[in-house]
């Protein structure tokens, strides 16, 4: 094998390699971004909860003090719809989590 020979199956075999990094890279860096999405969108339901249930103690309190309620429950119509909503964040926070753990396991 002469030289100029050798030196284009190192090239080849080099262009190879670095075509081959240049996919698996691409792949991973969506795989990360799909993950960074998907913590970014969990986080901004966690933070709709927290708004519901800031939303819920809000609502107790004018119960006990504007309205003069002895008591309240989860049936209060106030309050069923909170955690309607909430019921259904939580659902989705537990959807995109699971989804996360299995992006990350493979």
């Known amino acids: 094998m ?3 020979e050798r030196m284009k199956e190192v090239l080849e075999q080099g262009w190879a390699a670095s075509k081959d990094f240049a996919v698996k890279a691409g792949a991973k860096a969506q795989d990360l ?3 960074g999405m998907l913590m970014i969108e ?8 927290q708004k519901l249930l800031t939303r819920m ?5 004018i119960a006990f003090t504007e309205h003069d309620q002895g008591s309240i429950d989860r049936e209060t119509a106030e309050f069923r719809t909170i955690l309607d909503e909430i019921a259904v964040i939580k ?3 537990e959807k995109k ?3 996360l753990r299995n992006r990350k396991s493979n």
Not at 44 to 49: F, K
Not at 57 to 61: F, L, R, S, V, W
């Open 2 to 4: 002469t030289f100029s």
């Open 97 to 99: 989590e699971a989804d």
């Open 57 to 61: 103690g809000n609502e107790a309190y």
């Open 33 to 35: 971004s799909e993950r």
């Open 42 to 49: 969990i986080k901004q339901l966690e933070s709709q909860a």
């Open 91 to 93: 659902d989705s926070i």
